[in-house]
Every structure is written in structure tokens, then in C-alpha cells.
């Protein structure tokens, strides 16, 4: 086989590529510095022992299968033989000059794979094909073991994933065709700058990595982002409530109570003006209130879900009444947010409290059943106590934590294009404000996170009945206000067929909606844009999606009008428009406020 090829360009200047490997030491030796400091000086308390023994514990249990029986043992290393066998066959006739097809070609989907190299350069094709029969016969290795239990599968197939993801030869620079050419066209360059950034990273995590995926230098919340007008008209410990400025004469009589996820910033909901979901309520003529949750310390250890629900929800409720005076609002809950708002919506049904006329939820689930990946992390007792003994010295969760989760749900989109772009490349991020509020990420009371993970993911109880708030166990079914429902078709975090069975538990009028995108893009997609499509259809029965998708009907666009024209329809009574801060409650502050201002 052929050597790497460096491509048209000229050869390295060895004078120059030997000042760079010496500067690449220099910098080298920095990154390592910012990585010991912090544990050196007791800052910093190694982690990961709970995780590293998991994975191990996790696929040991599916290696057990194999290697119990000889002769399973046995087909499992000659599948694998035969494979490469194959490949190094197709690599001999390709020498020999034919032309003979790729024994596996990757995904189309694919990006890793891009640079004509991998197919044109002998040497890189082998190193391509050899990592997909390995990555593909290892899938097999977990699908085909027996007797193991769903969520000790479900955990092997994300951490073989994950590995796989880790070992691929795109993300080195000797095994990278694009890497080579530019290492040696730059002398080295790249990898001077790329290891300077890495080194400003681990210092600007405390010790650990803190991956930039944009510009942070170009962003503000409240000088470019968050700029939709209004003053905060209330505030305790967990929550500021910021009432929006109108832009109608007129507004509908019910407010709009917004309760967003407390594990992100709310602000994805008012990102740029061309994207705000709240500006445009607020241009349909909606009086908009939204949480603004705290980022919280160790003096907020011990708020609970409970005190999520009457410092949050509760409080806002009260706040609107007296500031608009009306008691009844319409309210929207988005991904964790919603979980909170359908527990309270059935406290509050149990106590004959009526103040919600119709509930919104934006990717929500209150069923945990088909919850994805995020429960490899919360699935049994033993994670969920690692959890917790990693919450348990500062009193809550990093928001750094949540944050590398959610990004290696979707690890080849979200961590290793930017570790090569990045680190190998030398090419820092370009600015991208949804990238900024991703990293822009929040803490989380541990005595909240722990009822939450055990609640939700641990015990699935908000369906079952035995979720138990102030003495009352809450049942979905009593909750009989019409609701709209929005779940995106490539959502990550919270799937499509876990929100459509979610809706099957509530006790009233469901409108189920399916949209086109992922957790973020698929909510957040203007009218003006008309991108993606969404589909309706009847109320869900059962955690069939596909069933109810082949009966439902596609419509292009954006699903905001379709949820404007559905709220309408519940109450179309008008009222002259109310400025903040006219009535009981004076303006505190300019939104977006303080509470989201402050970083972890």
C-alpha cells in the first residue's frame, strides 16, 4: 500500500516545522500544566472513577455472554477474521491495479469520511474500512449478546458508540488525509495554534476541558441576544419573571406564562431578533411573562422540585394575577421546564386549582419509558448515586456537568468536529449564537437534580401515579385543560415516541404535533424562515409513532402559526395592552435581567 500523500503542495520547510514541534512542546507542556494545577492545589477531585468502572462493568456483563460458550467465542473472532481477510483481499487486487468495490462503505450521512483521500488514497482507504468493519462487527457484539437486560444493552450500545466515535482515524492527525496535508503545508503551524487553544481551554474550565464551539468574544446576553423589550416585575431566590413590553393595541384577555427548562438559560426563546419564539408572541398580541430561573450556589442546595413548583410556577402565577389581574393564564413549558408544569398542573388539579387554562408543552416528557440516551446516565440506583456523591460536596451540579452529556449524545456533531477544527486544525470557532447559549450552561440544586433523575428517569412515577408532592400523589389524568403538544422528529434529548406516549396519560383534549428537526432547531424555527414541515393527526393512544405518522398529515413550515390559531380558539377576548410595571408590581429591572447574566 501507498504511503500518505501530502497532495500537490511543496514539501515542509524543516527549519520551520522544527521551530513549531519546539513551540508545540512549549504549549504542550502549558495545556498539561492547566490540567494538574487545579488538582494539585486540591481544586480539582478526580471523577471519573465511578464513570470508568460502569463502562467497564457494562460491557464486561456483554463480553460474559460471548466468552461463556467456546464456541460462540469462536464465530465471534472469525466474523471479524473474515472480515478483515475480505479487506485485505479488495487491498491486494487494488495494488495488483484492479478496481475491486469497498468491502463497507460509511454512512452518507457521514461527514468524517468527506476528503476524496479516504477513497483515493489507498492507505487511507484501508485505514477507513478497517475502522468500519471494526465499529460495525462491535455494534453487532452488543446487539446479538442474550440474556442481558434492556438498559444494560442500552448503556453497551452508547458506550461502544462513544469508543468508536473516540478511535476513529479522522480524529488523528498521522491517520487524517485532510490533517497530513495541512500539518505539512503549515509546518506544523496549526498544531502550535490548536494546542495554544487547548490550553486556554483546560485553564478556562478550572482544570478541565471546556470545548469552545464559537466565539463567545462576539456575544451578550442583553447587548446582541435576549433583546426582546421588558422589565422583571418579580423576583425571589429561584426565578425572575420578566413581563414583555406589548406591541398591539391590543392583547388577548389570558396572559402568557412561559415556564422554561431550569438546566439550560431561557433565552434560547429570544436568541436574535429574527429567531425570538417571545417576540413574535409578543407581535401576535399575547401579554408574555417568562421565568427566568436562577443560576444557583451551594446556599440553594436543598431547593427541591417542590420548591421549583412553589417558588417557580406558583409564584408566577400570583405575580400575573396582580399584575394583570387575571386569574386565569395560558402556560407553556419547554423540555424539563414542561415536566415541572404537567407535575403542577396535576397538584393543582388534585386541589381544584383551575388558574391554567391550557398547557403548552415544547418537547416535554412526562413519560420515561422511551427516554433515549440521556437515561444511560440515571437509568439504575448505582448511577444515580454516583450523581450524587459527585453533588454532594458543593451542593450542586456543574453546569459544565449537563453540558458535555448533551454533547456527547451527539458526540461526531458536537465534541470531535470541534476537537479536530479546533486542536488539530488551529482554527478557532466561528461565531454562532445558538453555539453560545448551548455553552452558556447552568447549576443545578442537588436536592432538585436528585428528586428529578430518581422521579423521572430512575422510577418513571409522574405516569404511574407516584410522584408525591405536599402529601398528594399526582395523577396526569386529572389534568383535563386542553393541551398542545410539540415533539421534533431527530430530537436527542427528549424523543419523539417518548412525548407522543407521554400525551396518551393526560385526562383531556391532546393535540400532538411532530416536527420536522431536532430538540432546539425544530422549536425554534421562525414562520419567516419556512424551513422544516410539521404534522398533525389524532390524539396519541399508545408509544406507536410510526402508526400515528402514517395517518397524520404533513404541512410545510413552521408549527408557531398552527399553535397561535390553536390558542386563539380557546378565548378570543381582547384587552387594551399592558405596559410592565403599570399596575401592583413595579419594575425591578430591564430585561433580560441579572438572574441570567451570571455564568458558571
Same mark, same amino acid.
Given at each position: 500500500?501507498?504511503?500518505?500523500?501530502?497532495?500537490?503542495?511543496?514539501?515542509?520547510?524543516?527549519?520551520?516545522?522544527?521551530?513549531?514541534?519546539?513551540? !508545540?512542546?512549549?504549549?504542550?507542556?502549558?495545556? !498539561?500544566?492547566?490540567?494538574?494545577?487545579?488538582?494539585?492545589?486540591?481544586?480539582?477531585?478526580? *471523577?471519573?472513577?465511578?464513570?470508568?468502572?460502569?463502562?467497564?462493568?457494562?460491557?464486561?456483563?456483554?463480553?460474559?455472554?460471548?466468552?461463556?460458550?467456546?464456541?460462540?467465542?469462536?464465530?465471534?473472532?472469525?466474523?471479524?477474521?473474515?472480515?478483515?481477510?475480505?479487506?485485505?483481499?479488495?487491498?491486494?487486487?487494488?495494488?495488483?491495479?484492479?478496481?475491486?468495490?469497498?468491502?463497507?462503505?460509511?454512512?452518507?450521512?457521514?461527514?468524517?469520511?468527506?476528503?476524496?483521500?479516504?477513497?483515493?488514497? *489507498?492507505?487511507?482507504?484501508?485505514?477507513?474500512?478497517?475502522?468500519?468493519?471494526?465499529?460495525?462487527?462491535?455494534?453487532?457484539?452488543?446487539?446479538?449478546?442474550?440474556?442481558?437486560?434492556?438498559?444494560?444493552?442500552?448503556?453497551?450500545?452508547?458506550?461502544?458508540?462513544?469508543?468508536?466515535?473516540?478511535?476513529?482515524?479522522?480524529?488523528?492527525?498521522?491517520?487524517?488525509?485532510?490533517?497530513?496535508?495541512?500539518?505539512?503545508?503549515?509546518?506544523? @503551524?496549526?498544531?502550535?495554534?490548536?494546542?495554544?487553544?487547548?490550553?486556554?481551554?483546560? @485553564?478556562?474550565?478550572?482544570?478541565?476541558?471546556?470545548?469552545?464551539?464559537?466565539?463567545?468574544?462576539?456575544?451578550?446576553?442583553?447587548?446582541?441576544?435576549?433583546?426582546?423589550?421588558?422589565?422583571?416585575?418579580?423576583?425571589?431566590?429561584?426565578?425572575?419573571?420578566?413581563?414583555?413590553?406589548?406591541?398591539?393595541?391590543?392583547?388577548?384577555?389570558?396572559?402568557?406564562?412561559?415556564?422554561?427548562?431550569?438546566?439550560?438559560?431561557?433565552?434560547? !426563546?429570544?436568541?436574535?431578533?429574527?429567531?425570538?419564539?417571545?417576540?413574535?408572541?409578543?407581535?401576535?398580541?399575547?401579554?408574555?411573562?417568562?421565568?427566568?430561573?436562577?443560576?444557583?450556589?451551594?446556599?440553594?442546595?436543598?431547593?427541591?422540585?417542590?420548591?421549583?413548583?412553589?417558588?417557580?410556577?406558583?409564584?408566577?402565577?400570583?405575580?400575573?394575577?396582580?399584575?394583570?389581574?387575571?386569574?386565569?393564564?395560558?402556560?407553556?413549558?419547554?423540555?424539563?421546564?414542561?415536566?415541572?408544569?404537567?407535575?403542577?398542573?396535576?397538584?393543582?388539579?388534585?386541589?381544584?386549582?383551575?388558574?391554567?387554562?391550557?398547557?403548552?408543552?415544547?418537547?416535554?416528557?412526562?413519560?420515561?419509558?422511551?427516554?433515549?440516551?440521556? #437515561?444511560?446516565?440515571?437509568?439504575?440506583?448505582?448511577?444515580?448515586?454516583?450523581?450524587?456523591?459527585?453533588?454532594?460536596?458543593?451542593?450542586?451540579?456543574?453546569?459544565?456537568?449537563?453540558?458535555?452529556?448533551?454533547?456527547?449524545?451527539?458526540?461526531?456533531?458536537?465534541?470531535?468536529?470541534?476537537?479536530?477544527?479546533?486542536?488539530?486544525?488551529?482554527?478557532?470557532? !466561528?461565531?454562532?449564537?445558538?453555539?453560545?447559549?448551548?455553552?452558556?450552561?447552568?447549576?443545578?440544586?442537588?436536592?432538585?437534580?436528585?428528586?428529578?433523575?430518581?422521579?423521572?428517569?430512575?422510577?418513571?412515577?409522574?405516569?404511574?401515579?407516584?410522584?408525591?408532592?405536599?402529601?398528594?400523589?399526582? +395523577?396526569?389524568?386529572?389534568?383535563?385543560?386542553?393541551? /398542545?403538544?410539540?415533539?421534533?422528529?431527530? +430530537?436527542?434529548?427528549?424523543?419523539?415516541?417518548?412525548?407522543?406516549?407521554?400525551?396518551?396519560?393526560?385526562?383531556?383534549?391532546?393535540?400532538?404535533?411532530?416536527?420536522?428537526?431536532?430538540?432546539?432547531?425544530?422549536?425554534?424555527?421562525?414562520?419567516?424562515?419556512? #424551513? /422544516?414541515?410539521?404534522?398533525?393527526?389524532?390524539?396519541?393512544?399508545?408509544?406507536?409513532?410510526?402508526?400515528?405518522?402514517?395517518?397524520?398529515?404533513?404541512? *410545510?413550515?413552521?408549527?408557531?402559526?398552527?399553535?397561535?390559531?390553536?390558542?386563539?380558539?380557546?378565548?378570543?377576548?381582547?384587552?387594551?395592552?399592558?405596559?410592565?410595571?403599570?399596575?401592583?408590581?413595579?419594575?425591578?429591572?430591564?430585561?433580560?435581567?441579572?438572574?441570567?447574566?451570571?455564568?458558571?
Amino acid at each position: 500500500m501507498a504511503p500518505p500523500q501530502a497532495g500537490e503542495a511543496a514539501g515542509p520547510d524543516v527549519d520551520a516545522m522544527a521551530h513549531n514541534v519546539a513551540r !508545540l512542546i512549549e504549549e504542550g507542556g502549558k495545556a !498539561l500544566a492547566a490540567y494538574i494545577k487545579p488538582r494539585e492545589e486540591g481544586r480539582l477531585r478526580a *471523577q471519573r472513577s465511578d464513570e470508568i468502572a460502569d463502562v467497564v462493568k457494562t460491557l464486561g456483563q456483554v463480553l460474559e455472554y460471548w466468552l461463556a460458550d467456546p464456541q460462540r467465542a469462536l464465530e465471534l473472532q472469525t466474523s471479524l477474521g473474515r472480515s478483515y481477510l475480505d479487506l485485505w483481499s479488495a487491498a491486494v487486487r487494488r495494488m495488483a491495479g484492479e478496481n475491486p468495490e469497498p468491502v463497507v462503505k460509511p454512512d452518507p450521512r457521514d461527514k468524517r469520511f468527506g476528503d476524496p483521500e479516504w477513497s483515493s488514497n *489507498q492507505f487511507f482507504d484501508f485505514l477507513k474500512q478497517a475502522y468500519l468493519l471494526t465499529t460495525n462487527w462491535a455494534d453487532h457484539l452488543v446487539a446479538d449478546a442474550k440474556g442481558i437486560d434492556a438498559h444494560t444493552r442500552q448503556k453497551a450500545e452508547f458506550y461502544v458508540r462513544q469508543i468508536a466515535n473516540a478511535i476513529a482515524p479522522s480524529n488523528f492527525v498521522l491517520t487524517n488525509p485532510e490533517l497530513v496535508r495541512q500539518t505539512l503545508d503549515l509546518n506544523a @503551524e496549526n498544531l502550535v495554534r490548536g494546542m495554544h487553544m487547548l490550553a486556554e481551554d483546560i @485553564e478556562a474550565g478550572g482544570g478541565e476541558l471546556r470545548i469552545r464551539q464559537t466565539d463567545a468574544s462576539k456575544f451578550a446576553v442583553g447587548g446582541n441576544l435576549a433583546l426582546t423589550p421588558g422589565k422583571v416585575v418579580y423576583q425571589n431566590d429561584l426565578m425572575q419573571l420578566i413581563q414583555y413590553a406589548p406591541t398591539t393595541p391590543a392583547v388577548l384577555r389570558r396572559p402568557l406564562l412561559i415556564v422554561p427548562p431550569w438546566i439550560n438559560k431561557y433565552y434560547i !426563546l429570544d436568541l436574535t431578533a429574527d429567531k425570538s419564539f417571545i417576540r413574535w408572541c409578543v407581535a401576535q398580541g399575547l401579554t408574555v411573562f417568562c421565568i427566568s430561573w436562577v443560576n444557583p450556589d451551594e446556599r440553594l442546595a436543598a431547593k427541591s422540585f417542590g420548591e421549583y413548583m412553589r417558588e417557580g410556577v406558583f409564584a408566577a402565577l400570583e405575580a400575573i394575577r396582580r399584575a394583570t389581574g387575571e386569574e386565569e393564564v395560558h402556560a407553556l413549558g419547554y423540555c424539563v421546564g414542561g415536566t415541572l408544569l404537567a407535575a403542577t398542573l396535576a397538584l393543582m388539579a388534585a386541589r381544584g386549582d383551575r388558574r391554567v387554562a391550557s398547557a403548552t408543552f415544547l418537547t416535554t416528557q412526562v413519560d420515561f419509558t422511551h427516554s433515549g440516551d440521556l #437515561k444511560v446516565f440515571a437509568g439504575d440506583e448505582e448511577q444515580v448515586r454516583a450523581v450524587e456523591r459527585l453533588m454532594a460536596p458543593q451542593g450542586y451540579l456543574e453546569g459544565a456537568k449537563m453540558a458535555n452529556v448533551f454533547n456527547m449524545l451527539r458526540s461526531n456533531d458536537l465534541f470531535w468536529p470541534y476537537i479536530i477544527n479546533n486542536y488539530l486544525k488551529g482554527q478557532a470557532p !466561528l461565531p454562532f449564537d445558538l453555539l453560545y447559549w448551548n455553552a452558556d450552561a447552568t447549576r443545578m440544586p442537588a436536592a432538585n437534580h436528585s428528586f428529578y433523575m430518581r422521579n423521572c428517569y430512575l422510577e418513571n412515577n409522574l405516569t404511574r401515579g407516584k410522584m408525591c408532592m405536599d402529601g398528594t400523589c399526582l +395523577d396526569l389524568r386529572q389534568v383535563t385543560q386542553p393541551i /398542545y403538544s410539540l415533539a421534533t422528529r431527530e +430530537d436527542h434529548i427528549a424523543p419523539a415516541r417518548s412525548v407522543h406516549f407521554g400525551c396518551s396519560f393526560f385526562g383531556g383534549a391532546v393535540r400532538f404535533v411532530l416536527s420536522g428537526s431536532g430538540h432546539i432547531a425544530g422549536v425554534i424555527n421562525p414562520p419567516d424562515r419556512a #424551513k /422544516y414541515q410539521y404534522w398533525t393527526g389524532a390524539r396519541p393512544k399508545g408509544d406507536d409513532l410510526d402508526a400515528w405518522l402514517a395517518k397524520a398529515k404533513e404541512h *410545510q413550515g413552521s408549527w408557531w402559526p398552527d399553535w397561535m390559531s390553536w390558542l386563539r380558539k380557546l378565548g378570543r377576548d381582547q384587552v387594551a395592552a399592558r405596559t410592565p410595571g403599570a399596575g401592583v408590581l413595579r419594575p425591578i429591572e430591564d430585561a433580560p435581567g441579572s438572574y441570567v447574566r451570571v455564568r458558571s
